[in-house]
């Protein structure tokens, strides 16, 4: 059974950066699609970003083309999201999510996922 755990939240200024971290175990096959959600107060959970552990292939919400980057190390099983530029409206619970399925872009735009971590906060305020 595949076990994240999110890392790197906190609290943050307007127009500041946040790195977070995923880290994977229990990965049994190589085609794995991880990638990052978040939930606000009141919302629903939206695909943030999300990517193909194999080939590299990404997907990235509207809300975050060109502020969030994320990459991954397969060697360390370990997803990153950097977040720059941050807005207020990207206050929220991160989670990140890993499917055997393929593609990483269904995974994010149904939000739905096999595995899950526990989440980790993200508040940007001054």
């Known amino acids: 059974q595949v076990q994240l755990v999110e890392s790197g939240g906190g609290l943050v200024q307007p127009g500041g950066s946040l790195r977070l971290s995923c880290v994977g175990s229990?990965?049994?096959?190589?085609?794995?699609?991880i990638g990052w959600f978040r939930q606000a107060p009141g919302k629903e959970r939206e695909g943030v970003s999300c990517i193909q552990r194999t080939d590299g292939d990404t997907y990235y919400a509207d809300s975050v083309k060109g502020r969030f980057t994320i990459s991954r190390d397969n060697a360390k099983n370990t997803v990153y999201l950097q977040m720059d530029s941050l807005k207020p409206e990207d206050t929220a619970v991160y989670y990140c999510?890993?499917?055997?399925?393929?593609?990483?872009?269904?995974?994010?735009?149904?939000?739905?996922?096999?595995?899950w971590g526990q989440g980790t906060q993200v508040t940007v305020s001054s």
């Open positions: 999510a890993a499917d055997p399925n393929p593609p990483a872009q269904i995974m994010c735009i149904t939000s739905e996922a096999e595995s």
């Open positions: 229990g990965f049994t096959r190589h085609y794995y699609a």
